[in-house]
């Protein structure tokens, strides 16, 4: 495993911590970006009191229509949140709206190699 990209408590898809006989359930590596980075971007920005400028709000954009300029602001915003993770580097984003659904593919060189990450549950 690749413990450069850290080493965390595993959350199911509600964020609620999984335990594993008898104790907490472990990441690390990939899996352990994707899960903070999934996290950066579905918590509201100001929701962190110690971290304020933490978090991209996606579900709050779920479900609404999106101007051009608004798309090209919530892109800008998950851009910038994926980049304020110490780990990553660089990232090449797409970002698309289809019906009230919003999906982000993005290829994330990290301080030690390459993850993609595909969502499809915003």
């Known amino acids: 495993m690749n413990r450069w990209l850290g080493v965390d408590v595993k959350l199911d898809e509600d964020g609620a911590i999984l335990v594993r006989d008898g104790d907490f359930a472990r990441i690390e590596g990939e899996e352990c970006l994707l899960q903070d980075l999934r996290h950066r971007l579905l918590t509201a920005m100001g929701d962190l009191l110690m971290h304020p400028d933490f978090g991209a709000g996606l579900p709050d954009e779920v ?23 110490p780990r990553v580097k660089e990232v090449d984003l797409e970002l698309w709206q289809q019906d009230t659904g919003l ?6 060189t990290t301080i030690g190699g390459r993850v993609e990450i595909r969502s499809e549950y915003l």
């Open 63 to 85: 479900g609404k229509p999106l101007t051009a300029a608004a798309f090209a602001r919530l892109k800008a915003l998950v851009r910038r949140q994926i980049l304020a993770d």
């Open 103 to 108: 999906f982000i593919r993005a290829i994330i």
